[in-house]
């Protein structure tokens, strides 16, 4: 089955040379759940818009649900769902008629889901919108989005201004799409990582307008760890290199990394050869992230950034560690030095 | 009529979701909580319930099944196999050596002896009125403790 949503080689540079996304590849199958991360202008909403057809990519291409938006039928684009960061709704409109006006214009529209997310989220009917809370306002647009019964689910930050308690809510009716007899498949990005633990199926981590990390968000939790190594002389023994390693600090005899190791086997070996004592910690998608773009200096526009490949981190659940470009595997932070070039966008 | 099941998940701990409601179902076959031919939540309750991707409740009954825990049948749901093993004996030590290794580490940055430690556990186990009878366990114990 073709992937609900694919992108090749989606590039998109703004005035002035600002590099937002550069050769973005990404595949998305049907009823999966994918999770955006990166840090602030990493390329995560310039990517959405690009998708959703909002922008013009300058090279590469886009296909949701099999085709180009730009050219897709009314049909199709019905299918879809997006909801952005600063979502503006016409304010002077209630609850009532923004449901009205939306329902004229999609076929799926489905009043039963508007009218329970409205109770779950004590939304008022008839109150301007304009007068509500920031995170009201966004619960009344997502409440628009969820009722169209959307085969195809786009959320930039969805979760940004909502209480904790709209939070999760908002989190079970996504499941709740997803348990849907029609199903459903989700794009968003976030900053709340801890949710997409819950939520997504996959994650790819955002840099400087690619995806240099993707994977199964199983894969992440079960084979990232951050792993210590004592060896038993004064020094590291020169030629160790530690495993796997996304990056690493030497200090005297000991290593302190972060790695992708598929199973517990590679600590055996170490701990044999070496005669090392090694202890291996668990950490969260969060973790992963915060280590792996920790101590990253915030690089100037940089205009060029296909001068300078990258490296990218598959993380596919085949045994085995790919890095495909640049060898990021050595001890004493080659990950920093491998690096993407630096650039910007304005998301 | 299965027993009500508590489970919980915690998005701190770095173990993959779909482990960690394996290893509850487990521990509560373990347990005697849940017995052979009790059914257990439908996919759909469960990731209702715990706010978690259907997908990852479907990995863990998947993967249940296969261990030999639980058996799935088709339109009708989970249930917990006629001869759902308890926990083997490697399969226990693996359980305890996630926590022992915390503890390992805390005990070797506070320089604390292993006999000292195996006694914090002993005391510990004995509040909690656990079987005393296993010769096994300190020997395990101090096992970890070295590693």
């Known amino acids: ?347 | 009529m299965a027993p009500k099941l508590h489970l919980q998940i915690d998005p701190r701990s770095g173990v993959p979701v779909y482990r960690q409601m394996m290893d509850q179902m487990k521990y509560y076959v373990a347990g005697g909580t849940l017995r052979p031919g009790d059914q257990l939540p439908s996919i759909r309750e469960l990731a209702l319930a715990l706010s978690v991707n259907p997908t990852t409740v479907v990995k863990a009954y998947t993967e249940l099944e296969r261990d030999g825990v639980i058996t799935m049948k088709h339109g009708r749901g989970a249930f917990v196999a006629a001869d759902a093993a308890r926990l083997t004996n490697e399969e226990q030590v693996e359980a305890l050596r996630r926590s022992a290794k915390h503890l390992a580490v805390e005990a070797a940055q506070m320089h604390v002896p292993s006999p000292k430690v195996v006694r914090v556990v002993c005391e510990e186990l004995e509040a909690l009125g656990a079987d005393k009878t296993d010769a096994e366990a300190p020997l395990k114990f101090s096992v970890v403790a070295g590693d």
């Open chain 1, 1 to 347: 089955m073709p992937p609900v949503i694919s992108a090749r080689d989606l590039t998109k540079t703004f005035r002035g040379g600002i590099v937002a996304v550069s050769g973005l590849d990404l595949e998305i199958e049907a009823g999966v759940v994918y999770g955006l991360i990166g840090r602030n202008g990493a390329g995560k909403t310039t990517t959405l818009r690009l998708l959703m057809g909002l922008l013009r990519p300058d090279r590469g291409e886009v296909r949701i649900l099999g085709g180009d938006l730009w050219s897709a039928p009314r049909s199709t684009r019905h299918r879809i769902a997006y909801v952005s960061q600063g979502q503006q709704v016409p304010d002077w409109m209630s609850l009532t008629d923004l449901c009205r006006y939306a329902a004229h214009f999609y076929d799926r529209w489905d009043r039963d889901i508007a009218r329970d997310l409205a109770n779950r989220w004590d939304l008022p009917w008839n109150h301007a919108i304009g007068r509500l809370s920031g995170g009201q306002q966004r619960l009344a647009a997502l409440l628009t989005a969820l009722a169209t019964r959307p085969g195809v689910l786009l959320l930039d930050e969805p979760a940004a201004g909502l209480d904790p308690i709209a939070r999760h809510s908002l989190n079970d009716c996504l499941i709740e799409a997803l348990l849907r007899s029609d199903g459903c498949t989700i794009l968003l990005s976030t900053h709340l990582i801890g949710d997409l633990e819950r939520l997504a199926t996959r994650v790819g981590i955002m840099d400087r307008g690619r995806i240099v990390a993707a994977g199964e968000v199983d894969d992440w939790q079960r084979t990232v760890r951050k792993a210590q190594v004592v060896f038993p002389g004064e020094f590291v023994p020169r030629e160790f290199n530690m495993p796997g390693a996304l990056r690493s600090e030497t200090l005297g005899p000991v290593i302190t990394a972060i790695c992708r190791a598929p199973d517990d086997t590679v600590w055996d070996a170490i701990r044999t050869r070496y005669g090392a004592r090694i202890n291996v910690f668990p950490l969260t998608l969060e973790e992963v992230f915060v280590e792996m773009f920790r101590d990253r200096p915030t690089d100037p526009v940089n205009p060029h950034p296909g001068d300078n490949e990258g490296e990218f981190i598959t993380i596919s659940g085949q045994p085995g560690i790919r890095v495909d470009k640049g060898d990021t595997c050595r001890v004493g932070g080659a990950f920093q030095s491998t690096a993407p070039p630096a650039q910007r966008d304005r998301d």
